[in-house]
């Protein structure tokens, strides 16, 4: 297959974008579609090699998977064992038996499906902390090469319709995508189903006639629309997008119209084809394996987000390393240099694989117990482990299954009538067991209906990134219960500020919203719920919002204990009332119209919000109260829980 040097110099367009996401250029958020390009070249570039070995009798599919083995893994093996290793000593031991997992999966190209079941979100920062997090891109390519070539041949030999074959099997793909966009948006993103159309678009490139019959002027004038495509993508997508499904046909498409006639000369191609531009092409494998370990391990040992500069520094860093791998590691490996023959070459693949396979197995066994943790250090992330003690069981729970809702009782478990609940998501959930002290001691009983991100607010849909929940259906069983119950009091938190961003959206079902005022939106829920529970004579208490502190408590301070460092202050007071400069004016309002409310941040801020108290961490992440946390609202919760009488 002859060598086309525009064809690297779209790759150099899709690992910069990359590059520039990871690094939150603003002009660049959407830089993540550079995955997605990368898969429409490989499908053109791997197809085209099939077919081309297939006519002239040469291609079998020993040969094919060597040289993916020779293409993919000494710079995956390289860069992970490497990620393990500096890993051991910058990562706190639950951190290190997460990479240990995904060390396996890598090995294995399952990380995919690894960070799916997970459930950490790429494009919502999730896995800023995951340093083989980005493998699962080379995942989806390598689940879909062991098919493939056996796809390819099965259509040759039974039918001579490739095109027509391929054709069905994208779109079926491409349905699969839009759907799971809409439907669950994290499966569209990490399973292979649901991204095989964008490989399979570049293969229909390299097999269609077509592009061969489209004038010269025409083509000129289609691979600058496609360059425009991939870029307009780049710069106006961002992580809010709904992505893939439908938004994927922009850089995808595009990255097709320049595929189709790349050959050609062109004003984009001679671009393309710059010696530098070339270069940056060559280096793209291993500058993507190696980029994100950097950042991630980075943010690990300085327990902060990154400067620009040193990120700027990291990437140099990069460019050094994927110039190495790709001259000493990849390229004598790819040209079958020396001894490297095959049998060897599938030996030496196999060990290496079984060594870090059980290297990443024994983190995962022993929950990363080889990194030493100094006693202070330990203290301090054990706080990440202190919640209310029913999370586990009552978090979260079935409201098709109202009969196991008998272990979610807070407070006096031995009595049979409830007096109160607490409602709300999981900020509810972590003052659960200050609100059951203070019930146990008004000799009352409650039940507990806390969900994550799932605010107490009635008729009222929740969006998280533009996907529906069931939230909506999940508080109409909640008021069932209040009102099968008779409940006199309820108690609803929850983290009211996250409902009035762009990422998490609520909306009145029965009075839709059409100016988009999230702020308003929120205020006219929050409102209606009142209302229908004062129609049932319940007394409403309202908790205030928790100061978040912007950072992972445990974690930020373990490591400032572990690099003997001065331990951070939490945001100042003036801080987190501007962050709340929406929500407590509503609250205020609520408060003149009779609802009872208590504002944690009055015992948890003085001039600055607190985060740990005589020692002991209040915070289980950045936002959550530890048990300690929550014990400190007790005060308030007395006051209010004991306006209204036991049930006799």
Not at 393 to 415: M, P
């Amino acid at each position: 297959m002859r060598y086309t040097p525009a064809i690297d110099g779209l790759r150099a367009l899709a690992v910069i974008a990359v590059l520039l996401f990871h690094a939150k250029v603003p002009w660049f958020r959407g830089g993540f579609v550079g995955v997605d390009v990368f898969f429409v070249i490989s499908g053109y570039l791997i197809t085209s090699l099939i077919l081309q070995e297939h006519a002239n009798g040469r291609f079998t599919l020993a040969g094919f998977y060597e040289r993916r083995i020779r293409r993919i893994f000494p710079a995956l093996l390289l860069v992970v064992l490497s990620t393990l290793v500096i890993g051991a000593f910058v990562m706190f031991p639950p951190d290190l038996a997460r990479l240990g997992s995904s060390a396996v999966a890598a090995m294995l190209f399952v990380s995919n499906l690894y960070f799916l079941r997970s459930e950490q979100a790429y494009l919502r920062g999730d896995t800023e902390l995951e340093p083989l997090v980005h493998t699962w891109s080379l995942a989806i390519e390598e689940q879909f090469y062991l098919l493939f070539p056996v796809m390819i041949l099965g259509i040759i030999r039974i039918s001579k319709r490739l095109e027509v074959v391929l054709v069905g099997v994208a779109l079926g793909s491409f349905a699969l995508s839009v759907y799971l966009t809409l439907a669950r948006p994290e499966t569209a993103f990490y399973f292979s189903p649901s991204r095989g159309w964008e490989l399979l678009l570049g293969a229909l490139v390299a097999v269609t006639a077509l592009k061969e019959m489209v004038p010269r002027t025409i083509t000129l004038v289609l691979q600058f629309v496609g360059l425009a495509m991939i870029v307009g993508a780049i710069v106006s997508f961002d992580t809010l997008t709904l992505f893939p499904g439908f938004a994927a046909l922009v850089p995808c498409v595009g990255t097709a119209l320049i595929l189709a006639w790349c050959v050609r000369e062109s004003p984009l191609t001679a671009v393309l084809s710059h010696p530098a531009v070339v270069w940056i092409g060559l280096i793209s494998y291993p500058l993507y394996l190696w980029h994100w370990p950097l950042l991630a391990l980075s943010r690990h040992t300085l327990s902060r987000e990154l400067a620009a500069f040193e990120i700027v520094a990291l990437y140099g860093l990069a460019v050094l390393l994927a110039t190495g791998t790709w001259r000493y590691i990849e390229k004598p490996f790819r040209q079958r240099r020396g001894s490297i023959t095959a049998k060897r070459l599938f030996a030496s693949a196999a060990g290496v694989s079984c060594l870090t396979i059980a290297i990443g197995g024994a983190l995962r066994a022993t929950e990363g117990m080889w990194a030493a943790t100094p006693a202070g250090v330990a203290r301090m992330l054990e706080a990440a482990k202190d919640y209310a003690p029913l999370i586990g069981t009552c978090h979260n729970w079935d409201r098709k299954n109202s009969e196991g809702l008998s272990q979610c009782v807070i407070g006096i478990r031995e009595r049979l009538e409830l007096d109160f609940a607490l409602w709300g998501d999981s900020h509810a959930g972590a003052i659960a067991i200050a609100v059951g002290a203070v019930a146990n001691s008004a000799g009352k009983t409650g039940l507990q209906l806390t969900t994550d991100d799932c605010p107490p607010l009635l008729r009222t849909q929740v969006r998280i990134r533009h996907q529906l929940t069931d939230c909506e259906a999940r508080n109409e069983a909640a008021f069932a219960l209040l009102r099968q119950h008779r409940i006199r009091q309820v108690v609803l938190a929850g983290a009211w500020v996250q409902y009035i961003d762009d990422y998490k959206t609520v909306e009145l079902s029965i009075e839709p919203n059409v100016t988009n005022d999230t702020v308003a939106s929120f205020r006219q829920a929050l409102k209606y719920t009142i209302s229908q529970l004062r129609v049932l004579g319940i007394d409403v208490v309202i908790v205030g919002p928790i100061p978040d502190i912007g950072w992972n408590v445990p974690y930020v301070l373990a490591a400032a204990e572990k690099h003997k460092a001065v331990l951070p202050d939490g945001p100042s007071l003036g801080d987190f009332l501007k962050s709340q400069r929406e929500v407590i004016p509503i609250l205020k309002e609520l408060e003149n119209d009779g609802v009872y409310v208590i504002y944690p941040h009055e015992v948890l801020c003085q001039s600055i919000c607190i985060v740990q108290l005589e020692g002991q961490l209040l915070y289980r992440d950045s936002e959550h109260l530890t048990t300690v946390g929550a014990e400190l609202l007790r005060p308030m919760l007395v006051e209010q829980l004991s306006r209204v009488a036991a049930v006799p």
